[in-house]
């Protein structure tokens, strides 16, 4: 079964930083990108970025609301993904989900079909 | 980077009605667009893929047209168990942007 695991949420000032985590098992974790969706209370989907597997270069991509404050890592030998947020801002206030896509990063992208149950990130005075 | 409109941002319906949710490109991307379900307090749920293709296991009333910049999710016959937040997502090329949502709720 495969299974998504986020941690590392919690309360931090603005411009303070914050390091999420996302375990992962039951599936081949380094064949496979793994993206970061948050969600603010109410609100819809906003995509925040991805990373690719080893086989892609380890390719990284983010939304623009984010891009050069926030960075995507990942570590194969532990099954893991990272999210690492610097010069956070109230707006970054949200529940952060880590998803898999529904195929491995080999072959096409059919959308987002595994999913955590979400970490919250409340950035606050 | 791409710019996804969806439209409307709610609506109400009647059982059994057929409702259609619109999705804007702000450039092409082919037929490279996603449409997910989020049902209140879950995590989102892929319906269709690749514009058109119904994703194993979800209901036949839940239909996907469009390319290019144009897309529609159709539900033939609006069911109670289809109330749910529903979003667009675009995978032409990184950032793969969200649509803003539509809220589908029984009238």
């Known amino acids: 079964e495969v299974q998504l695991v986020e941690s590392g949420g919690g309360l931090v000032q603005p411009g303070g930083s914050l390091k999420l985590s996302c375990a992962a098992s039951g599936f081949t974790f380094s064949g496979s990108a793994v993206h970061w969706v948050r969600q603010a209370s109410g609100k819809g989907l906003e995509w925040v970025g991805r990373?690719?597997?080893?086989?892609?270069?380890?390719?990284?991509a983010y939304a623009a609301s984010v891009k050069g404050r926030f960075t995507i890592s990942r570590d194969d030998s532990e099954n893991t993904a990272y999210l690492q947020m610097n010069s956070l801002k109230t707006e970054d206030t949200a529940i952060y989900y880590c998803a898999r896509p529904q195929q491995d990063d080999s072959t096409d992208y059919r959308g987002l079909g595994y999913w955590g149950q979400g970490t919250l990130v409340t950035v606050s005075s | 980077d791409i710019q996804m409109t969806q439209s409307p941002s709610s609506l109400s319906a009647s059982v059994g009605d057929r409702v259609t949710i619109t999705c804007r490109a702000s450039q092409g991307i082919s037929n490279f667009l996603a449409w997910y379900q989020q049902k209140p307090g879950k995590v989102p749920k892929v319906l269709i893929y690749?514009?058109?293709t119904l994703q194993s296991g979800v209901p036949s009333r839940f239909t996907g047209s469009g390319s290019g910049t144009d897309f529609t999710l159709t539900i033939s016959s609006l069911q109670p168990e289809d109330v749910a937040a529903y979003y667009c997502q675009e995978y032409n090329s990184a950032p793969f942007t969200f649509g803003g949502g539509t809220k589908v709720e029984i009238k």
């Open positions: 690749a514009a058109s």
């Open positions: 990373i690719r597997s080893k086989a892609n270069t380890y390719a990284t």
